[in-house]
């Protein structure tokens, strides 16, 4: 579970985040929804404790990142929007790296490698150097990378952008077996589709700070409307920058 209270972050004069509060439980996969600038990425990677909090309270299983960085990371998957490819490696090279960094063992590297491999269709690229991979590509390796060490806690962040169908498609069913699985997924998108195919909870955050949280349906039941990107735009108030 991930609990966060009254968060804040600034840049300079710019208050990214102003009093983001949430809870995204285990075995779950809650969205994470909000214009342009309203502090998605800012708030995921404050979460792992890659950008330093100004006021606010963070618990992962109970564990403040700020306190024990390390702990909190064993047990998290960060999915960002650099992916850190190395052009020379295979995809296979690439994810056994990463399993050295996690201190995994190698046999515990091979097994996962192809479960991974299963998992995201990665058949076609698992030998293949990274240098010429697609967009769509290169996200499915960086999510392989991200469910290696099988983390407990996942922060994707907007893992859709760049997939075909199928590979979508992909993504969906690993989302699925890690929600069975009792993982807590927190997923920022803009993808309203995948909201209503994924997602359980929804958070929204504008400005740096959540609006509400709850179900699709009980988001559209606050608006007064029926369908969910109406009831976004009429939740954060203004269509102005909004990303759908």
């Not at 800012?42 to 606010?56: A, F, I, K, S, Y």
């Not at 290169?138 to 169908?165: C, W």
């Not at 179900?215 to 606050?222: G, S």
Request: charged content about 25%; overall charge negative.
């Amino acid at each position: 579970m991930i609990e966060v209270r009254d968060l804040r972050k600034q840049f300079g004069k710019v208050q990214a985040l102003s009093g983001a509060s949430f809870r995204a439980e285990d075995g779950k996969i809650t969205a994470l929804l909000g214009p342009n600038g309203a502090g998605k990425t800012t708030l995921l990677r404050t979460l792992v404790g890659l950008l330093q909090r100004d006021h606010g309270t963070i618990a992962i299983d109970g564990v403040d990142p700020a306190v024990d960085p390390m702990a909190v990371r064993r047990n998290v998957g960060l999915l960002t929007d650099q992916f850190g490819l190395y052009d020379r490696l295979s995809t296979r090279e690439y994810l056994a790296y990463f399993g050295e960094l996690n201190d995994m063992p190698p046999a515990e590297i091979i097994r996962r490698t192809e479960e991974v491999t299963e998992l995201l269709s990665l058949h076609d690229i698992i030998d293949r150097r990274a240098k010429g991979f697609s967009q769509g590509q290169r996200i499915k390796v960086a999510l392989a990378r991200t469910l290696l060490h099988r983390p407990r806690h996942l922060l994707l962040d907007e893992p859709s952008r760049g997939l075909d169908v199928m590979s979508t498609r992909a993504l969906r069913r690993a989302l699925a077996m890690l929600k069975a699985d009792g993982c807590c997924v927190i997923m920022a998108t803009h993808v309203m589709q995948e909201v209503i195919h994924s997602c359980d909870d929804v958070i929204v955050i504008a400005r740096g700070s959540t609006v509400t949280q709850g179900t699709p349906q009980q988001l559209c039941e606050l608006a007064g409307l029926d369908s969910l990107e109406d009831a976004f735009v009429k939740l954060v108030g203004t269509e102005e920058g909004i990303e759908l």
